[in-house]
């Protein structure tokens, strides 16, 4: 695997986990990378860093972004958002990885870019549904915020400093952990 393979997965991680929050918005990142030059996509993918795709994706994360600020439409987002989040990490992992065999390259835009897609979307459902039940959704824009700035910050640093990424993706994943840890039940140990 050369420098360029492992920077190109590292970045499709990273933008994965970044969907994971938001789906539209790593897209549109994305999108705008590649239409400014700024990364290189397979060339079955090109048609993403068009001005209709720029465009078309901007609209979708505007719209993406105002529904997570509505009562009852949050929710509704994340029961549609987690299957949705699983396709759309593993495009952008399929989309960015470079010299890798088709085989290879979908196993792990699956694996890789649709399981932690859909590890962080679970996480971040799960997290609006304690603020609705807890706080009657009153915090649910507070936990919209978080997330959003989430995704611009995950996208922003995926496509520029990807190495980086790969790291934040680590501690994201502790944080789900120690979090599943903590409201997991105790279950009391046979003997």
Same mark, same amino acid.
């Given at each position: /695997?050369?420098?360029? &393979?492992i =920077?190109?997965v +590292? ?5 994965a986990?970044s969907?994971? +929050? ?14 400014f ?6 060339e079955?993918?090109l048609? =993403? ?5 720029v ?5 979708a994360t505007?719209?993406e972004?105002?529904a ?13 958002a987690i ?8 495009a952008?992992?399929?989309?960015t ?8 390259t979908?196993?792990l ?12 979307k679970?996480?971040?459902?799960? &997290? ?6 807890? &706080? ?12 959003t700035?989430?995704?611009?910050? /995950?996208?922003?640093v995926?496509i520029?400093l990807p190495?980086?990424a =790969?790291i934040?993706?680590? +501690?994201?994943f502790? /944080?789900?952990?120690k979090?599943y840890k ?5 279950r009391?140990?046979?003997?």
């Amino acid at each position: /695997m050369t420098t360029e &393979t492992i =920077i190109s997965v +590292f970045l499709g991680v990273g933008l994965a986990a970044s969907v994971g +929050f938001r789906v539209f918005l790593p897209l549109f990142a994305l999108s705008l990378a590649t239409y400014f030059g700024k990364w290189d996509l397979n060339e079955s993918w090109l048609w =993403i860093g068009s001005s209709t795709a720029v465009i078309t994706l901007g609209i979708a994360t505007l719209v993406e972004i105002v529904a997570y600020y509505i009562p009852v439409v949050d929710n509704a987002l994340d029961t549609i958002a987690i299957p949705l989040a699983t396709i759309a990490g593993t495009a952008v992992m399929v989309s960015t990885v470079a010299d890798l065999s088709p085989v290879i390259t979908w196993a792990l835009a699956i694996i890789a870019g649709g399981g932690t897609a859909a590890a962080v979307k679970s996480s971040t459902s799960a &997290t609006r549904l304690g603020s609705t039940v807890s &706080t009657a959704g009153f915090a649910n824009p507070l936990v919209s915020t978080i997330e959003t700035a989430t995704s611009i910050v /995950m996208s922003i640093v995926s496509i520029f400093l990807p190495i980086v990424a =790969i790291i934040l993706v680590a +501690f994201i994943f502790y /944080m789900i952990y120690k979090l599943y840890k903590k409201i997991r039940p105790n279950r009391p140990k046979s003997s």
